[in-house]
Antibody, heavy 123, light 111 residues
Framework: QVHLEESGPGLVKPSETLSLTCTVS??????????WEWIRQPPGKGLEWIGN???????SVRPSLRSRATISVDTSKNHFSVKLTSVTASDTGVYFC???????????????WGQGTMVAVST | QSVLTQPPSVSGAPGQTITISCTGT?????????VNWYQQLPGTAPKLLIY???HRPSGVPDRFSGSKSGTSTSLAITGLQAEDEADYYC???????????FGGGTKLTVL
């Protein structure tokens, strides 16, 4: 059974870089047929897709964050990460990592989620 | 403003049936991309409820069902129970944005 766990600082200062890591257990980030995703949720608001890493090495980031967000993976540690530069208060929220199926597997839903980690951007 | 449109809230009494709509455009649902639905209980991560428009993962009660027509999809919950009180999100893929899109979420209140 695949398990995901986010880790990283809970407080980041404005203009600095937010860095989070998602450790995968019970599975491999190199497994074919899956995207490894980052999603965030501002306080009291809905889900917002950040971006993903695909097992073939490609990454994708939502257009509004492309200038600030980087998704990377460390296969030796079986984890993937997100870095968001020049953060502001609007980047405050719960950050989730998740696994999404490639439609080639039959569906493209997010079937495994981490518990989420709260990140506040504040002085 | 979310790419997929959901009503902000719905409510129903125990035992009743409610539906939650999710409307997209020709660049996402209308292009044939599947819709998935998630249930998010307070303070927890979302849980996959429906995938591929109408399929239930193992363990999801058959009280939950999904359907799709054109650029719209719906989630129906029959025999409402108090434990169904949660936020529900639809999700798809958008060709124009080249990425995943979510609906704004619908808060279900069981009266």
């Amino acid at each position: 059974q695949v398990h995901l766990e986010e880790s990283g600082p809970g407080l980041v200062k404005p203009s600095e870089t937010l860095s989070l890591t998602c450790t995968v257990s019970g599975g491999s980030v190199s497994s074919s047929g899956f995207y490894w995703e980052w999603i965030r949720q501002p306080p009291g608001k809905g889900l917002e897709w950040i971006g993903n890493f695909y097992y073939d090495g490609t990454t994708s980031v939502r257009p509004s964050l492309r200038s600030r967000a980087t998704i990377s993976v460390d296969t030796s540690k079986n984890h993937f990460s997100v870095k968001l530069t020049s953060v502001t208060a609007s980047d405050t929220g719960v950050y989730f990592c998740a696994r999404r199926h490639d439609i080639l597997t039959g569906h493209d839903g997010f079937d495994v989620w981490g518990q989420g980690t709260m990140v506040a951007v504040s002085t | 403003q979310s790419v997929l449109t959901q009503p902000p809230s719905v409510s129903g009494a125990p035992g009743q049936t409610i539906t939650i709509s999710c409307t997209g455009t020709s660049s996402n649902i209308g292009s044939g991309f599947d819709v998935n639905w998630y249930q998010q209980l307070p303070g927890t991560a979302p849980k996959l409820l429906i995938y591929g428009n109408r399929h239930r993962p193992s363990g999801v009660p058959d009280r939950f069902s999904g359907s799709k027509s054109g650029t719209s999809t719906s989630l129906a919950i029959t025999g409402l129970q108090a434990e169904d009180e949660a936020d529900y999100y639809c999700q798809s893929y958008d060709n124009g944005l080249s990425g995943v899109v979510f609906g704004g979420g619908t808060k279900l209140t069981v009266l």
